[in-house]
């Protein structure tokens, strides 16, 4: 193999890698283990048939190669009941086996039961982040979901502007989120670990942009981040006490919520802002520095941005960063 077969090769197979975060092969849910176990039949009963047939093959071609010059045609064979029965037969085997779990999988994975102890989320996929609300907890975050280890999740989708799609690989799913139409996805996360998710449907501009994390804990930790999130936030003082004044007298007030400031709903609820490790759709960490940027110029920060500039100056970008990244 030359030189430039193996930096193509390299270069063709760079995007691939088995437990990448965004590995469909890497299951962290019983939706994503299904899947994998009809995966698993359908590539094993292809890697048997393509054996099968190259080494037929390489039979075939060996045994009645030409040896010496040929007197005339060979004998002209026409039909083989047997043979004609058992590539009809055979290749109908095999899809049955493939068909019995598919279909099993099919029902398993779509199905609408909903078991008395299952956590309902909502998620709403806006031009471009994710809304979570958890409506029998009474909480409401952006971007990052939370779930706990060995319990049923019912997500209830629905899209307040355009199509978008839900999708954590390794959990399963990938559902889209459609406007006018509520759809739902279901499964139980069985590994404790943090799940990178995108949205899976163009959107729009900053469809790239549009990404999501799943952080999947045991369900001590859960419940303990759920009583966090339900805390009021506390009285700033010094610089997040201005940034909050800045906050209240400012546009941002119509579009986000912060507890006890406002109830704006087009944007993500930040009243535990500064909780989430990553903002902006899982584009940036949540530190001071990032937020000014962000609050600076947003559309230059993510094309297509909904939030305007608001021609802050850099002291009142900074205390209102102080006081987002202080709202743990
Ligand atoms: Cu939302 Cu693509």
Known sequence: MCACTLILVAALAGGCAFDGPMSTLVAGSDFNRSILSVYAIITWASAAIAALVFVVLGLVLFRYRERAPAPGLPAQVRGHTGLELAWTIAPAVVLLIIAIPTIQVV???????????????????????????????????????HLPRGRRVVFSLEGPDVIHSFWVPQLGGKRDVVPGRQNRLSYTPDRVGEYWGQCAEFCGVSHANMGLRVIVEEPA???????????????PDGAAAEGKAIFARSACVGCHTIRGVSAGALGPDLTHFGSRALFGAGLW????????????????MKPGSKMPNLHLTDAEARALAVYLTSLK
């Not at 299952?118 to 009474?138: H, I, K, M």
């Not at 930790?221 to 009285?235: G, I, L």
């Open 221 to 235: 930790d859960f419940d303990r981040w759920v009583a966090s999130q339900k805390v009021a936030p506390v009285e």
């Open 285 to 300: 960490p949540t530190t001071v520095d990032r937020v000014v940027a962000w609050l600076k110029d947003p559309p230059a």
């Open 107 to 145: 029902f398993r994975t779509q199905s609408a039961a909903t078991p008395s102890d299952a956590l309902e989320v909502t998620v709403r996929g806006w031009q471009w982040w994710w809304e979570f609300r958890y409506p029998s907890l009474d909480v409401a975050t952006a971007n990052e979901l």
